[in-house]
């Protein structure tokens, strides 16, 4: 069984985390065109005793995945 790369992990989350934040400082650019996938409304789990809310969305935009493929880059160089 293959390993798992936890830094390629770690540098793909911050890619999409600056690129977002990237998208949204320059709101009315291209940068900030994207499509959001994902749940519309939370699904609700009433079990009685306690109560679970289930939900995910992704927000992936032109700047996200630009922030990916620069994380990419960056781990290239570091190994």
Same mark, same amino acid.
């Given at each position: 069984? #293959?390993?798992?790369?936890?830094? $390629?992990?770690? /540098?793909? $989350?911050?890619?999409?985390v600056?690129?977002?934040?990237?998208?949204t400082?320059?709101?009315?650019? &291209? $940068?900030?065109?994207?499509?959001?996938?994902? $749940?519309?409304?939370?699904?609700? /789990?009433?079990?009685?005793?306690?109560? /679970?809310?289930f939900? /995910? #969305?992704?927000?992936?935009?032109?700047?996200?995945?630009?922030?990916?493929?620069?994380? &990419?880059?960056?781990?290239?160089?570091?190994?």
């Open positions: 069984m #293959k390993r798992v790369d936890w830094v $390629l992990i770690v /540098l793909v $989350l911050i890619g999409f600056i690129g977002t934040f990237i998208g400082y320059f709101d009315g650019t &291209f $940068l900030n065109y994207g499509q959001v996938f994902g $749940l519309t409304s939370p699904i609700e /789990l009433n079990m009685g005793f306690v109560i /679970l809310t939900g /995910l #969305k992704f927000n992936i935009t032109i700047s996200s995945v630009i922030g990916v493929i620069i994380a &990419f880059v960056v781990y290239r160089f570091i190994r």
